[in-house]
């Protein structure tokens, strides 16, 4: 009889724990939708002011190339054009991860789910926030960072929207004991975000993505190889050109790759491309490491 007892009095209290877990995953829910309302309600008012300043540029197009010459090229608009659906998707997945804490009994998996929206958040926040102080292009905040870290987390950000909507698969091919680099984290980010982007948009039938990271003496290589139809010699020149592109028109801004570079050489690295048409290409950002 006390053993029956003791387990009737355990199972009220795992039925207590349960209960209590339960609340508590309803209160973090709760929590996490009102963040992802508060971030959707910063994306719908930088896609008004992205429409405003479109009206403003098309004033400017007939000093087109004075601007490119000058390199007084004011890219805020179209940048935000370019990676306004790399916000609003990853923002989509962040949602259905908050749906399922609300339905999951699970407290490792809410909690998993909590730590993943919670990173995510504090990230595309902070790409917010440079995406509106790209147009000034203040000094790098640089810092020591593991490359590798970066590429997974880039990743994460794009992996949802690359497999779903792109049909792409991305493949790691991380090199071993890596040293640090010394950039700013957003930057380089935002680099690699559009390179893939533009990787993805020249396979139109979906394939695989490559992305590997290598050391080379004082320089650390993050590399993005597809399986598109390449570049022609006569446009590999012209691709980090601003407001170049073979894309057919709408579909492609041509600031992509011209702002991926201007990130990169702003930390003090560099980008080259290796393509042959018809078989591919692969862009390889360099970076500096840390130095003591």
Same mark, same amino acid.
């Given at each position: 009889?006390?053993?029956?007892?003791?387990? !009737?009095?355990?199972?009220?209290? &795992?039925?207590?724990?349960?209960?209590?877990?339960?609340?508590?995953?309803?209160?973090?829910?709760?929590? &996490?939708?009102?963040?992802?309302?508060?971030?959707? =309600?910063?994306?719908?008012?930088?896609?008004?002011?992205?429409?405003?300043?479109?009206?403003?540029?098309?004033?400017?197009?007939?000093?087109?190339?004075?601007?490119? !010459?000058?390199?007084?090229?004011?890219?805020?608009?179209?940048?935000?054009?370019?990676?306004?659906?790399?916000?609003?998707?990853?923002?989509?997945?962040?949602?259905?991860?908050?749906?399922?804490?609300?339905?999951?009994?699970?407290?490792?998996?809410?909690?998993?789910?909590?730590? &993943?929206?919670?990173?995510?958040?504090?990230?595309?926040?902070? *790409?917010?926030?440079?995406?509106?102080?790209?147009?000034?292009? =203040?000094?790098?905040?640089?810092?020591?960072?593991? *490359?590798?870290?970066? *590429? =997974?987390?880039?990743?994460?950000?794009?992996?949802?929207?690359?497999?779903?909507?792109?049909?792409?698969?991305?493949?790691?091919?991380?090199?071993?004991?890596?040293?640090?680099?010394?950039? =700013?984290?957003?930057?380089?980010?935002?680099?690699?975000?559009?390179?893939?982007?533009?990787?993805?948009?020249?396979?139109?039938?979906?394939?695989?993505?490559?992305?590997?990271?290598?050391?080379?003496?004082?320089?650390?290589?993050?590399?993005?190889?597809?399986?598109?139809?390449?570049?022609?010699?006569?446009?590999?020149?012209?691709?980090?050109?601003?407001?170049?592109?073979?894309?057919?028109?709408?579909?492609?801004?041509?600031?992509?790759?011209?702002?991926?570079?201007?990130?990169?050489?702003?930390?003090?690295?560099?980008?080259? *491309?290796?393509?042959?048409?018809? !078989?591919?290409?692969?862009?390889?950002?360099? &970076?500096?490491?840390?130095?003591?």
């Amino acid at each position: 009889m006390e053993e029956l007892e003791a387990l !009737k009095h355990r199972l009220r209290q &795992l039925e207590l724990e349960l209960e209590e877990s339960k609340n508590l995953s309803q209160a973090q829910s709760k929590l &996490l939708v009102a963040q992802i309302q508060e971030l959707n =309600d910063t994306y719908k008012a930088l896609r008004e002011k992205l429409d405003t300043l479109r009206q403003k540029n098309e004033r400017i197009k007939s000093f087109e190339d004075q601007l490119m !010459k000058a390199n007084k090229l004011s890219s805020l608009g179209e940048l935000a054009s370019s990676i306004a659906h790399e916000i609003k998707n990853p923002l989509i997945s962040i949602q259905g991860f908050a749906k399922r804490i609300g339905e999951t009994r699970e407290p490792d998996k809410v909690e998993k789910y909590a730590r &993943l929206i919670e990173r995510e958040s504090g990230r595309l926040s902070a *790409v917010l926030t440079k995406l509106l102080e790209f147009s000034r292009m =203040d000094v790098p905040h640089k810092e020591p960072l593991d *490359v590798n870290q970066l *590429v =997974d987390d880039t990743v994460i950000f794009m992996e949802h929207y690359l497999t779903r909507f792109k049909n792409i698969t991305i493949m790691l091919e991380k090199g071993e004991n890596i040293p640090q680099v010394a950039v =700013d984290k957003i930057h380089i980010q935002q680099a690699l975000v559009n390179i893939i982007m533009n990787a993805a948009q020249a396979m139109e039938k979906g394939g695989t993505i490559r992305i590997g990271t290598a050391h080379h003496n004082d320089r650390v290589s993050i590399s993005v190889t597809d399986q598109g139809p390449g570049i022609r010699r006569e446009d590999r020149e012209k691709i980090f050109e601003p407001f170049f592109t073979t894309k057919q028109k709408g579909e492609g801004t041509g600031l992509g790759l011209s702002l991926s570079r201007r990130l990169v050489e702003a930390n003090g690295g560099s980008i080259a *491309v290796e393509s042959e048409f018809g !078989k591919g290409s692969c862009f390889t950002i360099f &970076l500096p490491t840390v130095t003591d």
